[in-house]
């Protein structure tokens, strides 16, 4: 059955499925000289951040537990001009987290470094939807959700035991879209390992691990989407619909 898409509420899903067109898309054609101008500030105020490309959607839809949509290639300064805006346009943006389960009932996050878009907030590890995510003629949000969390945690979640349904939570044009993953290590051990990532990796966005037990543990810079998660996962955390090794969903 189709359906709206629920807005601030958690959520399941059974899959993400979102087919790439190669032209523009609609809402960056009619807003060109905004998105210009937005990138032009930021040259001048955040010169660090790079325009790269990144996906954003149309047509999302609800049907039968599968969110379905259209990606179409932006750059990152039209992102930057969504989020400063919200229109009410059919303009989505869409990206997956991995909310990261210890083996003592901890969940880690990550916390923002000063020279990044988001400083200082504090959610699971996650990043836009980028070509780097096209595999033929889609979009792979389950692989995005891997590769953000090795860039940024330094942890291989591509075998870890990983929760057959994603759970999804959207206020307006804003979609965010998690997997849970359990993994057989105590939170020390993963923040011990997570840190010497951050020290030592090519990655310099992140600034620290933040281990969450009670939900107020992530603190006051959580967006709504992971706050909403965060007290999602807290408050029923007994897991009852399967698990199995990422790489073999």
Known sequence: MLSAIPENQVFS???????????EHP?????RAAIDACWAREQVERPWLFNGTVMLHRGLQLEDGVISGISHRAPYAALLELIRTWPPADVWHLFGSAVILSSDNAMLLIRMAARTANPGKVYAPAGSLDE???KGSSVDLDGS????????????????AAENRLFCWRRGGLVAVF????????AAV??????????????????????VRPPQDAGPTAPAYMQAM?????????FN?????????
Do not use: M, Y
């Open 179 to 186: 997997r849970r993953f359990l993994l057989t290590e105590p």
């Open 190 to 211: 993963l923040v011990e390992q997570i840190r010497n990532h951050i020290r030592t990796g090519p990655e310099d966005e992140i600034e620290d691990v933040v281990v």
């Open 27 to 31: 809402w960056r054609v009619a807003e």
């Open 230 to 238: 965060i007290d999602f996962h807290f408050a029923a955390p007994e």
């Open 132 to 134: 780097s995510d096209i």
């Open 145 to 160: 959700i891997v590769r953000e969390a090795r860039e940024e945690t330094g942890l291989e979640l591509s075998h870890a």
């Open 13 to 23: 899903l059974d899959a993400v499925q979102l087919s790439v067109d190669a032209a």
């Open 241 to 249: 619909t399967g698990w199995q090794a990422a790489g073999n969903r």
